[in-house]
């Protein structure tokens, strides 16, 4: 067999006419079409959203006090912090807080000092990080601003591990940010604002994410009342009546939207009124640190209080297992 006949094996069987006639093959010109097709895929994103979120009673156990709610709104405080230092997208942020939160409804934490929900915290910013991330910083250096407590690597893979298995390995989760740019096309069809209304709703669903009372809201409704909200800052769009936005998608709700929307507006309107505060103390992080304890007080979910040792270093609790080096 030549050298030619080798090349022919591998090339591909269309008409190389078809290639170069200045149209993408398989591809509609139609913009209708490509409307319809994309309509379509949202819609498909609105009916399975639910698969990638908690349980609905997930709200009532941070109301009940089952499930400690200003735990949760340090952890995702931490979150914000290591995304924002480390330059990372807002999606690996939100990715985060989301196999956190379905971790915690469907597995309980050890009730102790803490350093449960910190080691939660980390192994999803990692895992969220390794879905999203170009370039990930190493387990050691993720654990910045402010952590209370220094993981070795071999702890927080086996807690990765841990979270994967409970969330049945399902990391590509659908969050507001399938919609967001859906939501504005919508609602600016000439496409004047359509980088704004993403941006700024981008960072109106970050600055809520601590809040408990989103739990009960899907991302499809979420991802609709932030692009009304970033709309308010547009006197174009300012009009636009939030009820209508029901019509964006078939399932969507426009209950559930309307009670987000009010909610956020009233939490944006509450951090506004805050930004000249924050805004005289730049560059000032606040760190809280851990207090060290004796050994007899140190212990893990079991029995044995020889599971983990902890040594102070930098301040902070380095926290370790009795197998092996830290690696």
């Given at each position: 067999?030549?050298?030619?006949?080798?090349?022919?094996?591998?090339?591909?069987?269309?008409?190389?006419?078809?290639?170069?006639?200045?149209?993408s093959?398989?591809?509609?010109?139609?913009?209708?079409?490509?409307?319809?097709?994309?309509?379509?895929?949202?819609?498909?994103?609105?009916?399975?959203?639910?698969?990638?979120?908690?349980?609905?009673?997930?709200?009532?156990?941070?109301?009940?006090?089952?499930?400690?709610?200003?735990?949760?709104?340090?952890?995702?405080?931490?979150?914000?912090?290591?995304?924002?230092?480390?330059?990372?997208?807002?999606?690996?942020?939100?990715?985060?807080?989301?196999?956190?939160?379905r971790?915690?409804?469907?597995?309980?934490?050890?009730?102790t000092?803490?350093?449960?929900?910190?080691?939660?915290?980390?192994?999803?910013?990692?895992?969220?990080?390794?879905?999203?991330?170009?370039?990930?910083?190493?387990?050691?250096?993720?654990?910045?601003?402010?952590?209370?407590?220094?993981?070795?690597?071999?702890?927080?893979?086996?807690?990765?591990?841990?979270?994967?298995?409970?969330?049945?390995?399902?990391?590509?989760?659908?969050?507001?940010?399938?919609?967001?740019?859906?939501?504005?096309?919508?609602?600016?069809?000439?496409?004047?604002?359509?980088?704004?209304?993403?941006?700024?709703?981008?960072?109106?669903?970050?600055?809520?994410?601590?809040?408990?009372?989103?739990?009960?809201?899907?991302?499809?409704?979420?991802?609709?009342?932030?692009?009304?909200?970033?709309?308010?800052?547009?006197?174009?769009?300012?009009?636009?009546?939030?009820?209508?936005?029901?019509?964006?998608?078939?399932?969507?709700?426009?209950?559930?939207?309307?009670?987000?929307?009010?909610l956020?507006?009233?939490?944006?309107?509450?951090?506004?009124?805050?930004?000249?505060?924050k805004?005289?103390?730049?560059?000032?992080?606040?760190?809280?640190?851990?207090?060290?304890?004796?050994?007899?007080?140190?212990?893990?979910?079991?029995?044995?209080?020889?599971?983990?040792?902890r040594?102070?270093?930098n301040?902070?609790?380095?926290?370790?297992?009795?197998?092996?080096?830290?690696?």
């Open positions: 067999m030549s050298y030619s006949d080798c090349l022919s094996d591998l090339l591909c069987g269309e008409d190389s006419s078809d290639i170069f006639s200045g149209e093959p398989g591809c509609s010109t139609d913009l209708e079409s490509h409307d319809f097709v994309e309509e379509s895929s949202i819609a498909s994103f609105i009916e399975d959203e639910r698969n990638f979120v908690p349980g609905f009673d997930y709200l009532s156990r941070f109301q009940s006090q089952s499930l400690d709610a200003s735990a949760r709104e340090e952890s995702v405080a931490w979150i914000l912090k290591v995304q924002a230092y480390c330059g990372f997208q807002p999606l690996t942020a939100y990715l985060s807080v989301n196999y956190l939160d971790f915690l409804y469907s597995r309980r934490l050890p009730q000092d803490g350093w449960p929900w910190q080691l939660l915290s980390v192994a999803c910013l990692s895992l969220a990080a390794k879905m999203e991330e170009p370039l990930v910083p190493s387990l050691l250096d993720l654990q910045v601003e402010g952590a209370r407590y220094i993981f070795v690597p071999r702890t927080v893979r086996r807690m990765e591990l841990l979270v994967l298995s409970v969330l049945d390995w399902r990391l590509r989760s659908i969050t507001p940010f399938s919609f967001t740019g859906f939501f504005a096309c919508k609602l600016d069809p000439t496409g004047d604002y359509i980088g704004f209304l993403i941006s700024r709703a981008t960072e109106i669903i970050l600055s809520n994410i601590k809040e408990a009372s989103f739990l009960k809201y899907r991302p499809s409704s979420i991802a609709a009342a932030a692009i009304l909200c970033a709309a308010n800052d547009i006197p174009n769009l300012s009009l636009f009546n939030p009820e209508h936005a029901e019509s964006w998608c078939d399932g969507l709700s426009k209950d559930k939207i309307i009670s987000c929307y009010r956020m507006q009233d939490l944006v309107l509450d951090n506004s009124q805050r930004k000249p505060t805004v005289l103390l730049p560059q000032i992080r606040v760190t809280i640190r851990a207090r060290t304890r004796s050994s007899g007080s140190d212990s893990s979910s079991t029995s044995s209080s020889s599971s983990y040792k040594r102070k270093l301040n902070c609790l380095w926290v370790d297992d009795d197998k092996g080096s830290s690696e």
